[in-house]
Structure formats: structure tokens, C-alpha cells
């Protein structure tokens, strides 16, 4: 099982970035796919959860309203499209399967 994340980087408050988890090595058909996040010096944060089969999707208080959880089957892709950045949002973004967890991607939110 591999998943991998990308699209992190450097931007302004109030810029935008999507970061994306290439999966394989299991069913994409499956309950749950997560993003979480740690920022520095912080434990781990759940930010959203997609729900691949019934397409469901939840997000935490934090990223309500801004953030955008979404699949494409077809690639095995889960996408975290994050808008409307803040300073609070610099974190490691990990993309998260039952226990199988990324390498994480950096997004830093600073002007």
C-alpha cells in the first residue's frame, strides 16, 4: 500500500493550493479516505474525511467552508483543495487510510 502526497508549498494568506494523495496497493472502493495535519510543535489534527463509495464528506470547524475534500477513481487520487489560507493552516499534510499514512507534504502560509 503506497500513498503518496504532493501540491504543498509556499503561499500568502488568503492564497490557495490542492494537494493531492496518489494511491495503489488497495481497493480505492473502500469506507474512508483522510487528510490530517501537525503544524509545528503540535500533535496530529484530523482536517477531512471522504467517504469513496457513498461520497460523503466531512471537515473539521477548523477548515469548514474553505477546504474541499474530493476523489477521482478513475486515478485513485484523493485532492484537498484549500482556499482562503491562513497562518494557522501552515501544517505537514498527511494523507491517511486505515493505517496506512503518507509521507506527508509541506504547506507554509506566510507572507
Known amino acids: 500500500v503506497q500513498l503518496v502526497e504532493s501540491g504543498g508549498g509556499l503561499v500568502q494568506p488568503g492564497g490557495s493550493l490542492r494537494l493531492s494523495c496518489e494511491t495503489s496497493?488497495?481497493?480505492?472502493?473502500?469506507?474512508?479516505m483522510s487528510w490530517v495535519r501537525q503544524a509545528p510543535g503540535q500533535g496530529l489534527e484530523w482536517v477531512a474525511s471522504?467517504?469513496?463509495?457513498?461520497?460523503?464528506?466531512y471537515y473539521a470547524d477548523s477548515v469548514q467552508g474553505r477546504f474541499t475534500i474530493s476523489t477521482d477513481t478513475t486515478k485513485k487520487t484523493v485532492y484537498l483543495q484549500m482556499n482562503s489560507l491562513k497562518s494557522e493552516d501552515t501544517a505537514v499534510y498527511y494523507c491517511?487510510?486505515?493505517?496506512?499514512w503518507g509521507q506527508g507534504t509541506q504547506v507554509t502560509v506566510s507572507s
Open positions: 491517511n487510510h486505515d493505517q496506512y
Open positions: 496497493g488497495f481497493s480505492f472502493v473502500t469506507p474512508v
Open positions: 471522504i467517504t469513496t463509495y457513498e461520497v460523503n464528506t
